[in-house]
Nanobody
């Protein structure tokens, strides 16, 4: 069965960058859709962005648009989230999710989730 391993979190100062990765433990092919989400103790989990399997089209939340980039390495079936110009508001636990159905990813009902990786941005 599919397991997702998300990694790359850490602590950075405002304006810094981090790159997160989400790696399935088995080869799931190129048809899976991926999403990145984040959650804090005071906010419910929210979508950061998505990349769709076949088209590789991406979609981002307004709060991160222009600063974050999602990409996928089809050879490795690995998802990446490049985060630039980080702000304290970006501090959260970040989770990746994947599913063959795009709507399950968008509506946070994916069958497969990572355990989460913490991102902390300080002033």
């Amino acid at each position: 069965q599919v397991q997702l391993v998300d990694s790359g979190g850490g602590s950075v100062q405002t304006g810094g960058s981090l790159s997160l990765a989400c790696e399935p433990t088995i080869d799931i092919g190129s048809s899976y859709c991926f999403g990145w989400f984040r959650q804090t103790p005071t906010k419910e989990r929210e979508a950061v962005g998505f990349i769709y399997g076949r088209s590789s089209r991406t979609n981002f939340a307004d709060s991160v648009k222009g600063r974050f980039t999602i990409s996928k390495d089809n050879a490795m079936n690995t998802l990446y989230l490049q985060m630039n110009s980080l702000k304290p508001e970006d501090t959260a636990m970040y989770y990746c999710a994947a599913d063959p159905s795009w709507y399950k990813v968008v509506w946070q009902t994916s069958n497969f989730w990572g355990r989460g990786t913490q991102v902390t941005v300080s002033s």
